[in-house]
C-alpha cells in the first residue's frame, strides 16, 4: 500500500490494525482523515464501532481474496452503523498479466449491492489519492444531508427542554444546583439524564464535556451529546475499544522495534559475508543497543507481552 507517496517491495506485517491521520481540504472545508488498516477478523468488530466510512479491498491477481469481500461485508453489516459509507477497491491494477478478477465483475457486484467502486495500485500510485478522497467527499455530503434537515426539529426540542421544569439529569449527577442556561441541561434533562451522564463523566469528565459543547453552534451540539454519549458507553462495555488509542501506540512501538532487529540482522548477515564476528557496533549503538542479541531479547519479549 501507499504509505506517504511512497511504494516499497518490502514490508513488515502489520500487527493487528495500523492507523494514519492526514488532514485533506475539500470544498473550503478541512476534512481529518483517521484511517485503520485491519485485516485480522477476530479483532474487527471493535473497530467498525463509530467508523464513518470503510473501504474493502482485495487484489486483482488473487480469485479468493475476491471471495472474501462478501465475509467481509456480513462483518460490516453486523457490526457498523446502518448508513456507514462503503467502497469497494481493486488494488494490483498494474498486473494486468495476473489479473483474474475482471473490472467487469467487480462492478457488477458493487452495484448489486450499492456502492462505488474503483481499481487502483498502490505500486504506480493510480487511483490512491483519488480512493480517499472519495470517500471522504461521501462522508461529508452524508454529514451535511443529515444537518440540514435537523435544525427545525432541534430547535423545537431545545425550546421545549428549555421551557420545562425537568431537573438536569447531569448537574443532578454531579450534586450541584443546575442554574439557568445550563449548557448540559438540553441533551441530559429526561429521566435517564443523570445515569446516561455517569457514563460521559467517567470517561470524558464533565468540564471536557461542557468545554466541547461551547465551542459548537446550537445546531451541532444535540447531535454532539448524543454521540458522545454513545462513544461513553461503548467504551465502558468493551475495553478494548476504550483503548484503540493505546493500543495503535503499542503497536508502533513493536512495528518500530521490528524495525531496528531487522537493521542489525541485515548487518549481521553483511558482517558474516565479510568475515567478521559481529555487525558494527557503532551502527548497533545507533538505535541505543549494544548488540543484535539484546536487541532481540528486548523486541521478542516486548512482542509476547502486547501481542
Request: contains cysteine; aromatic residues 10%; hydrophobic residues 40%.
Amino acid at each position: 500500500m501507499t504509505q506517504d507517496d511512497s511504494y516499497l517491495d518490502s514490508y513488515i506485517s502489520t500487527i493487528g490494525v495500523d492507523f494514519k491521520i492526514r488532514t485533506v481540504e475539500q470544498d473550503g472545508k478541512t476534512i481529518q482523515l483517521q484511517i485503520k488498516a485491519d485485516c485480522i477478523r477476530t479483532i474487527t468488530s471493535s473497530y467498525y464501532r463509530g467508523a464513518h466510512g470503510i473501504m474493502i479491498v482485495y487484489d486483482v491477481t488473487d480469485q479468493e481474496s475476491f471471495n472474501n469481500v462478501k465475509q467481509w461485508f456480513n462483518e460490516i453489516d453486523r457490526y457498523a452503523s446502518e448508513n456507514v459509507n462503503k467502497l469497494l477497491v481493486g488494488n494490483k491494477a498494474d498486473l494486468t498479466a495476473n489479473k483474474v478478477v475482471s473490472y467487469e465483475t467487480a462492478k457488477a457486484f458493487a452495484d448489486e449491492i450499492g456502492i462505488p467502486f474503483m481499481e487502483t495500485s498502490a505500486k504506480n500510485a493510480t487511483n490512491v489519492e483519488q480512493a480517499f478522497m472519495a470517500m471522504a467527499a461521501e462522508i461529508k455530503n452524508r454529514y451535511l444531508r443529515k444537518r440540514s434537515s435537523k435544525p427545525s426539529q432541534l430547535k423545537k426540542i431545545i425550546k421545549t427542554m428549555a421551557g420545562s421544569d425537568s431537573p438536569c439529569g447531569a448537574c443532578k449527577f454531579l450534586r450541584r444546583k443546575c442554574v439557568r442556561g445550563c449548557i448540559l441541561a438540553p441533551y441530559f434533562c429526561h429521566e435517564k439524564g443523570a445515569t446516561h451522564f455517569s457514563a460521559i463523566h467517567k470517561v470524558f469528565g464533565a468540564s471536557n464535556v461542557s468545554k466541547h459543547l461551547a465551542h459548537l453552534s446550537l445546531s451541532d451540539r444535540c447531535e454532539a451529546a448524543v454521540t458522545i454519549s454513545w462513544e461513553a458507553q461503548a467504551r465502558l462495555q468493551d475495553p478494548i475499544y476504550g483503548c484503540v488509542s493505546h493500543i495503535f501506540a503499542l503497536q508502533q512501538q513493536v512495528v518500530n522495534l521490528q524495525a531496528k532487529l531487522a537493521f542489525l540482522k541485515d548487518q549481521a548477515a553483511q558482517s558474516f559475508v565479510n568475515g567478521s564476528a559481529v555487525a558494527n557496533p557503532n551502527e548497533n549503538r545507533q538505535w541505543g543497543f549494544q548488540d543484535a542479541d539484546e536487541l532481540q531479547s528486548v523486541a521478542f519479549s516486548y512482542i509476547h507481552q502486547h501481542s
